[in-house]
T-cell receptor, first 114, second 111 residues
Framework: GAGVSQTPSNKVTEKGKYVELRCDPISGHTALYWYRQSLGQGPEFLIYFQGTGAADDSGLPNDRFFAVRPEGSVSTLKIQRTERGDSAVYLC????????????FGQGTRLTVV | QKEVEQDPGPLSVPEGAIVSLNCTYSNSAFQYFMWYRQYSRKGPELLMYTYSSGNKEDGRFTAQVDKSSKYISLFIRDSQPSDSATYLCAMGGGSNYKLTFGKGTLLTVNP
């Protein structure tokens, strides 16, 4: 596609529910990143995929958060037992492989836990 | 102390003004320095990218990096109302895959 696509744009869920957020990167981009942006803050790193494998998941806040990228393209961020503190904009970015490559961000999924 | 400090503003200037945005950082391993622009309810868009110290100019935008002072700046000349957005500084280390962002500065350019 022309850019990084994230669905849904907005998600409202009840506390304790499970949610899945989807990211469709730019075609041909092997690197994929998830960031979380809370209100009034800059994006914070969550996880980085190179191909199908998670090369660095050190930013995932706890074991309720999990992400997959089974075929090396689309990625899904999964959050179990959602809490109100999980409310934020979840951003996905992709890039070609290599140091210093330009990261292209999607528009984000705004998650609200009520 | 956070790794990257950025004054969140807000900053309001008249059209045509020169805007100066700044970040300081504490991690001497940072080698890549970026400025992103983020419009309301949109994802960040890369504006400027600098490796190590020095200046880089692109149209009305100039990025400066001073590694000795751990200080980076973005200058916007002849600011336009369309420049109204949040500006985020971001930095990366040797691998660059993980970026550390500042909080962002909200800029409004008034016509």
């Amino acid at each position: 596609g022309a850019g990084v696509s994230q669905t849904p744009s907005n998600k409202v869920t009840e506390k304790g529910k499970y949610v899945e957020l989807r990211c469709d990167p730019i075609s041909g981009h092997t690197a994929l990143y998830w960031y979380r942006q809370s209100l009034g803050q800059g994006p914070e790193f969550l996880i980085y995929f190179q191909g199908t494998g998670a090369a660095d998941d050190s930013g995932l806040p706890n074991d309720r958060f999990f992400a997959v990228r089974p075929e090396g393209s689309v990625s899904t961020l999964k959050i179990q037992r959602t809490e109100r503190g999980d409310s934020a904009v979840y951003l996905c970015a992709s890039s070609t492989k290599g140091v210093g490559q330009h990261k292209y961000f999607g528009q984000g999924t705004r998650l609200t836990v009520v | 102390q956070k790794e990257v400090e950025q004054d969140p503003g807000p900053l309001s200037v008249p059209e045509g003004a020169i805007v100066s945005l700044n970040c300081t950082y504490s991690n001497s391993a940072f080698q890549y320095f970026m400025w992103y622009r983020q419009y309301s309810r949109k994802g960040p868009e890369l504006l400027m990218y600098t490796y190590s110290s020095g200046n880089k100019e692109d149209g009305r935008f100039t990025a400066q990096v001073d590694k000795s002072s751990k200080y980076i700046s973005l200058f916007i000349r002849d600011s336009q109302p369309s420049d109204s957005a949040t500006y985020l500084c971001a930095m990366g280390g040797g691998s660059n895959y993980k970026l550390t962002f500042g909080k962002g500065t909200l800029l409004t350019v008034n016509p």
